[in-house]
C-alpha cells in the first residue's frame, strides 16, 4: 500500500505517519527528516540544502526527487510507504507517478490559526526526532523524550518569522496538489478544527478511511 499525506507544515503529517506507520506495518518516509538528517552531519547534500530549510524554502526538485527515488528502492519498501512531505510541487508528484503507482492519499485539513499556535509549542527529539506538542501531546517530563530519554528542542524554522514564510510557500506550491491527485487516486480528507483535538482520534478516522477503500481490514 503506497500512500501520501498531504497537509500544510503543523498539520499533524509527521504525528499523523508516525503512528500510522506502527498500525499498518510500513516504513515512514519523511523528506524533511532525511534533509535534517544530513545537515545535522554535515554530509555534501547536507550543505547544498542547509539554506532552503533555514529559510523555509523548497529544496529543488531535481534533489528531493533524486532522494526519493534511491530512498523507495530500498528492500523495506517492498510492501508499500507512507510519503510525508512529498511531493511538495507539482513537478514532484509528476516525477513519482511514473516511477510508483499511489493507492491513496490523505489530506490534513486544518486552518491556518490553529496552525500557528500549534507549530509554536512543538518540540522535537534530538536523538529520535519523536514529535511532542506542548500544548496537546506533552512529555512526561519537561524537555526529555518519554521513547528514548534524548533533549527536546526547538525547531529553528518552528520560530514564527519562519513559520509565516513556510505557509506561504504551502500555499503557492503545494496546496495545488490536492487538485492533482483528487483527479487521479481517493483521498482521504479529515479535517481538525480545535488546537487540542487528540491525535488518537484524527488517526482512528484515516484508519476507518483506509478500511473504506478496502486498502486494510
Ligand atoms: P513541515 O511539513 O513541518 O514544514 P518538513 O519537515 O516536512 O516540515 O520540511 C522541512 C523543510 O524541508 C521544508 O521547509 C523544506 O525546506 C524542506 N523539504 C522537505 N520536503 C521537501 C520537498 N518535498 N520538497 C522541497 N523541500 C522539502
Ligand atoms: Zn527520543
Known amino acids: 500500500m503506497n500512500l501520501i499525506i498531504l497537509g500544510a507544515p503543523g498539520s499533524g503529517k509527521g504525528t499523523q505517519t508516525t503512528r500510522l506507520k506502527a498500525k499498518l506495518n510500513i516504513p515512514a518516509i ?11 552531519e ?3 547534500l ?3 540544502i542547509k539554506k532552503y530549510l533555514d529559510s523555509g524554502q523548497l529544496v529543488p526538485d531535481e534533489i528531493v526527487i533524486d532522494v526519493i527515488k534511491e530512498r523507495i528502492k530500498q528492500p523495506d519498501c517492498k510492501n508499500g510507504f507512507i510519503l510525508d512531505g512529498f511531493p511538495r510541487t507539482l513537478e514532484q508528484a ?10 491513496a ?7 491556518k490559526e490553529i496552525i500557528v499556535k500549534r507549530l509554536s509549542a512543538r518540540r522535537t527529539c534530538k536523538n529520535c526526532g519523536e514529535i511532542y506538542n506542548l500544548l496537546v501531546l506533552k512529555p512526561k ?10 533533549p527536546l528542542f526547538q525547531r529553528d524554522d518552528d520560530r514564527e518569522s519562519v513559520i509565516e514564510e ?7 506550491q503545494t496546496e495545488p496538489l490536492l487538485k492533482y491527485y483528487e483527479s487521479r487516486v481517493p483521498v482521504i480528507t479529515v479535517t481538525c478544527n480545535s488546537v487540542d483535538a487528540p491525535p488518537e482520534l484524527i488517526t482512528e478516522q484515516i484508519i476507518n478511511g483506509l478500511k473504506r477503500l478496502k486498502l486494510i481490514d
Not at 519523511?30 to 545535522?40: A, H, L, N, P
Not at 509528476?94 to 493507492?103: E, G, N, S, T
Not at 517530563?141 to 534524548?150: A, H, L, R, S, T
Open 42 to 44: 554535515e554530509t555534501e
Open 105 to 111: 492519499c490523505i489530506n490534513l485539513s486544518v486552518p
Open 166 to 172: 513556510r505557509f506561504r510557500v504551502y500555499e503557492r
Open 30 to 40: 519523511s523528506t524533511g527528516d532525511i534533509f535534517r538528517k544530513e545537515i545535522k
Open 46 to 48: 547536507g550543505k547544498r
Open 141 to 150: 517530563v519537561d524537555g526529555v523524550c518519554d521513547k528514548c530519554g534524548g
Open 94 to 103: 509528476k516525477a513519482l507517478d511514473k516511477i510508483v503507482k499511489i493507492d
